[in-house]
């Protein structure tokens, strides 16, 4: 039996008029159940931006003799024109767009093909080992692979060279170093460090602390550790390393952070990698050239992907599929593609030309062997805004962190609870 995610059926539940519109998109393009669509084209349905347009244009090449229609559309729209597609075992998507969380979702409700099978049949012939261990893993569900990385992002850290120079200082390779480099930076012209908290920025500089230091979210079987001794070690010290960040921090997302970098009013601190190209806007930005980024102190940091899956309901050849992906994830594509997205290739991460280009490709293999993704189940998206709130608490001092930590695994629990999580 299908195990159908309530976190975003509900969410779904709650659009009418959009779930009306896509629902009627499905019964227009499907004839129902799955049926055998010989001789019509592969179809993707995908959100669209810069990268996601160009992949899609060459995936209608890829393969010679296989055509491909694209349909394109906002990242909402396609999420749910996917679901309902796939919720009623229509065959009338044949690849799909995702990102970390629809795939994981799609997977737990077996609507995704697995491609461990095709992977290492097609491995030597399409050099699948060059793709990095990190992107995989992102798109990996319960130890099996359902999706190939288009583009993969992760967090750097952000320091200003000219300023460490000037200081005697080194890029920090511990978070003891991290903490020093802070302290003897931080005055009231510029923070010692960043520290972005607003929205979904808590789940992810937490994610860093908590698996660099700690014991990371959950253990194997979905049971809360991030309030174990180690995990409160790792919050203090995340609590200790926000007196050196900007006032007003827990407002802070990527926006704001982006600013407080490009205006040189910070010194270091993490930063999304499709945020870097911002340090050089000559219009935006006071620090051209003084920017530079190293794997984060300890690793562990976050690492997303965006990804093609098969739908397990395509009535076509999953075996044509799976080498129409990896012919339009090529190396030359990738290489191609680099100005609008950072490949998942660490041959093409390590072109000397690419580096030359983006100074940040020096930095991101080592950066990308030591991420970490989020844990691996439908709900960790609504249960970490729970753990998320307790964790802002902890680190202003609203609530001491080992009180802040025990509450956000009660509700945790409580909430995994509600939702069955620990009877499957």
């Given amino acids: 039996m299908q195990r159908t995610s309530k976190s975003l059926v509900g969410r779904l539940a709650r659009t009418g008029t959009m779930l009306a519109g896509a629902l009627a998109i499905v019964m227009a393009t499907s004839a129902g159940p799955a049926t055998a669509q010989d001789g019509k084209p592969v179809r993707l349905v995908s959100h669209r931006y810069p990268a996601l347009e160009f992949y899609a244009e060459k995936m209608k090449s890829a393969l010679p003799g296989v055509a491909v229609t694209t349909d394109l559309m906002p990242n909402a729209q396609a999420a749910e024109l996917q679901t309902i597609t796939l919720s009623s075992g229509s065959d009338s998507i044949d690849i799909l767009w995702g990102n970390d969380l629809t795939i ?46 288009i583009l993969t992002n992760t967090m750097l850290f952000a320091y200003r060279e000219d300023v460490f120079k000037d200081k005697g200082l080194t890029p920090p390779a511990t978070f003891e170093d991290y903490e020093k480099a802070a302290k003897a930076l931080h005055s009231p012209a510029m923070a010692g460090t960043v520290m972005t908290l607003k929205g979904e920025g808590t789940m992810n500089e937490a994610h860093w602390y908590l698996n660099a230091i700690g014991d990371g979210w959950f253990d194997k079987d979905g049971k809360p550790v991030f309030n174990s001794p180690n995990g409160v070690k790792a919050i203090e010290t995340m609590k200790r390393m926000a007196q050196f960040a900007p006032r007003g921090y827990t407002a802070n997302g990527n926006d704001e952070s982006t600013i407080l970098f490009q205006q040189g009013a910070a010194a270091m601190g993490l930063q999304w990698l499709t945020r870097t190209g911002a340090m050089e806007n000559p219009q935006q930005s006071r620090v051209i050239g003084k920017m530079n980024w190293v794997a984060p102190p300890g690793g562990k940091q976050i690492v997303v992907a965006d990804s ?79 753990v998320s709130r307790r964790i802002v608490q902890a680190v202003t001092g609203e609530m001491p962190v080992q009180q802040a930590l025990d509450t956000g695994a009660k509700e945790a629990e409580e909430f995994l609870t509600r939702r069955g999580f620990y009877k499957r």
């Fill in 104 to 149: 994981t979702n799609f997977a737990a409700n077996g609507w995704l093909e697995p491609l461990d099978e095709f992977f290492e049949k097609y491995k030597d012939e399409f050099k699948l080992d060059d793709i990095a261990p990190a992107a995989l893993n992102a798109v990996s569900y319960n130890g099996k692979k359902y999706a190939l990385p």
């Fill in 308 to 386: 093609y899956a098969i739908s397990r309901f395509s009535s076509k050849n999953k075996d044509t599929l799976f080498r129409l992906l990896a012919a339009t994830l090529s190396a030359a594509n990738q290489r191609e593609g680099s100005d609008r997205a950072v490949p998942t290739r660490i041959s093409v991460l390590q072109d000397p030309e690419l580096q030359q280009r983006y100074r940040y490709y020096r930095v991101l293999v080592p950066a990308l062997q030591n991420a970490t993704s989020f844990p691996k189940f439908p709900e960790f998206k609504e249960v970490s805004e729970l």
